[in-house]
């Protein structure tokens, strides 16, 4: 029974680490896209009429 508990909670734990790895990479990737985007709105901003 404990050894199947442990097994359990080993792959859980790996699983998020997994995720939390995912997470940040993809939290610096769309950081990433806005920025460049905000860059590119404020480069036009000249050529934009109201």
């Known amino acids: 029974m404990d050894e199947k508990v442990y097994k359990t909670l080993n792959s859980t734990g790996k699983l998020n680490i997994i995720f939390g790895i995912l997470t940040i990479v993809f939290g ?23």
Do not use: D, E, P, Q
């Not at 896209?33 to 050529?47: D, H, P, Q």
């Open 28 to 50: 610096i990737g769309t950081g990433v896209v806005y920025i460049v985007n905000g860059a590119r709105l404020l480069k036009r901003k000249s050529r934009m009429l109201f």
